[in-house]
C-alpha cells in the first residue's frame, strides 16, 4: 500500500525497522556520570538564582546562596572523574577552569556586591554562571563521543556464523 509519508510506510520507503547500535558501555557510564555532574552543577546554580529577588519574593539571602552555589560545584566536580575518558580530556581541562573560576566569582560576590543597587547585583550573580559556559562544549563532545563510539552493527554473515 502507498500512502503519504508516516501512513503505512517509513520514511524514505523502507519497510521494517531500524535499530539502533548497541551502546559503548564505557561512553554510557561516562554519560551518567557527567547526567550527575550537571544536576549537582544545577542545583548549586538554583541556590545561587535564588538571590535575585523578583516582584513576589524578596530573594534568599546572598551567603546562603554562595553556600548553595560552592556546595553545588564540589559535588559536581567530584563527579570529573567519572567522565574522565582520553578523548574528552580537554573538554575536562575546560570544565575545571571554568568550574574555578565561577567558584572565585561567587566567593568575591559579597564584596563585589556590596552597596549596589538590585540591577547590578544581579548582573554580578549573573556573571557567576557566565563562567560555567565552557561546559556546554564538554556536553556536546561526550554527545558526539556517544554517537562516535557505538559499535559497528554486525551483518548477517557475521550473525550466522556466530549461531554455527
Known sequence: ????????????????????RAADPEAEA???????????????????????PSARRPGAPLEAGIAGFLA???AARAEL??????????????TSAALDAAQHRARDLTVATAGLDFEHRNEAVGEVLDELAPIQDAEAALRRLRRRRRPPRRGRDQQEQDHA
Open 1 to 20: 500500500m502507498t500512502g503519504p509519508r508516516g501512513v503505512g510506510r517509513p520514511a524514505g520507503g523502507r519497510r521494517g525497522l531500524r535499530l539502533r
Open 30 to 52: 561516562a554519560w551518567e556520570s557527567f547526567c550527575a555532574f550537571a544536576r549537582a552543577l544545577d542545583e548549586g546554580s538554583r541556590a545561587l538564582l535564588a538571590t535575585v
Open 72 to 74: 553545588g560545584t564540589e
Open 81 to 94: 572523574p567519572g567522565w574522565a575518558l582520553p578523548e574528552l580530556a580537554g573538554a575536562q581541562a575546560a
